[in-house]
């Protein structure tokens, strides 16, 4: 093999340098090359890297050589790139593997050797290999000299035909690690949980009906105690004057509503009246309720009393069965606004604080809601989380509960409240599973 002392001994200005030195010697190569023609280097360490400044300042340094010279680098931590096109065959690695030309391109941030030995013992052709050798990732654009994306394309290796295309990509893997380096939370811990409780509850009811249903308001208020959901109080009456004197005894403006079977709503068709004070208002609330029921063709079998809870805003909590997800947690704004924005989010039911304020957060409005909005003060930002995570211990020791809708839930500056809410229940249906693992 022919040697010089120098760069400048050559006949040829080189057009791809190799430099495998250590310390200060890569800057004087590399000034070297700059200064002879070379058109790229390569720069592999040779000896262990060096920590600190002084390795900072050196590759500085080489960076400052390379831009003025208007040269190409990969490195300066590069473990060599492979070209086996049959018009470049190109291998500055220094790996003892036996390559053999293909369709598969491996891009490594550093180090990289194994993988192309990896390559080898799959008999797996490899078109390119590049160990950029940079202490972030980079992403390598390969094209043709016509701007075409080349013929040759690797197994698994992502191809993009535009930028935008790759950076949205990157972006969403961006989030990801964000996501997955983001603090896990804390598992819910409450001590008044009652499970065997809740679980009773539930087989009686499948007892008495074995096809399951919608929970009777009673029914469903007995369940959300067993774990300590916050129900606002209510009476059902039947009667006119049952239902003025429990508005009497709760000492203030209270709320009248149709009380229709489940999963329908009172405010479906406009049966809520609010702010009734007194005797007097009661029945002519009482009347009012009968004559809209009646005109949505619905039967009247009554009206519930509810003392009126603190202003604040209504969510919805709730869930569905997904055949495949098992149970899936909702939350949304509540009251008529459900029905009128899209807002609900759904996520799998969160198992820590974190998780239940992402599910919080995903929601479309209920953030800022909570954050106080249009100067209105803070709402209780906690005891919704609170309320969402024991619903979501609820459902782990009941799975028979397979579709609630506690809506609207009020939330207010300290604490929230249930006002209404629709359960149903079924045994458990054994999943028919493709896979077995």
């Known amino acids: ?222 369940l959300l105690a067993t774990h300590g959901i916050p129900v606002a109080p209510s009476h059902r009456c039947r009667e006119l004057e049952r239902a003025v004197a429990f508005a009497g005894e709760s000492g203030g403006p209270v709320a009248l509503k149709a009380d229709l079977a489940a999963p329908a709503h009172a405010s479906d068709i406009g049966a809520v009246l609010l702010g009734l004070d007194g005797g007097s208002a009661v029945r002519s609330g009482w009347r009012e309720l009968q004559r809209r029921v009646a005109a949505a063709g619905r039967e009247w079998t009554g009206a519930v009393v509810q003392p009126l809870v603190p202003p604040g805003s209504d969510m919805l909590v709730g869930t569905v069965n997904d055949p495949d997800l098992g149970p899936v947690i909702a939350v949304g704004l509540g009251g008529l606004q459900a029905r009128l924005t899209e807002s609900a989010a759904f996520r799998l039911p969160p198992t820590t604080d974190t998780e239940a304020d992402e599910l919080i957060d995903s929601a479309k409005g209920v953030a800022a809601e909570l954050n106080g909005l249009r100067g209105s003060a803070p709402l209780d930002r906690e005891a919704l989380r609170e309320l969402i995570l024991r619903f979501t211990l609820l459902l782990a020791e009941v799975p028979e509960l397979v579709e609630a809708d506690l809506n609207p839930v009020r939330c207010m500056t300290s604490g929230c409240f249930v006002l209404d809410m629709r359960l149903r229940i079924e045994h458990r249906r054994p999943t028919d599973r493709v896979k077995t693992w």
């Open 1 to 222: 093999m022919r040697a010089a002392r120098n760069m400048g001994e050559l006949e040829v200005a080189p057009e791809l340098v190799i430099i495998a030195a250590a310390g200060d010697e890569v800057l004087e190569f590399a000034a070297d090359a700059a200064a002879n023609g070379a058109k790229a280097l390569v720069v592999i360490p040779s000896d262990a890297e060096e920590d600190g400044a002084g390795s900072a300042g050196r590759e500085q340094r080489l960076l400052e050589i390379v831009r003025g010279a208007g040269l190409r680098m990969v490195g300066p931590h590069s473990w060599g790139v492979l070209n086996t096109a049959q018009q470049i065959s190109l291998n500055t690695t220094f790996t003892s593997a036996s390559v053999r030309a293909g369709g598969l391109a491996i891009g490594s941030q550093s180090g990289g050797l194994g993988l192309l030995g990896q390559a080898a013992a799959r008999q797996l052709g490899v078109a390119i290999f590049v160990s950029a050798g940079q202490p972030k990732p980079v992403v390598a654009s390969v094209v043709r000299p016509d701007g075409q994306l080349p013929a040759r394309t690797g197994p698994g290796v992502p191809n993009f035909l535009f930028p935008e295309s790759c950076a949205a990509v990157l972006a969403r893997a961006a989030e990801r690690r964000d996501w997955l380096s983001r603090p896990l939370g804390e598992p819910p811990q409450y001590p008044d949980l009652d499970g065997a409780a809740a679980r009773a509850l539930i087989a009686a009811l499948l007892e008495r009906e074995p096809a399951g249903g919608w929970l009777s308001s009673d029914q469903a208020e007995a």
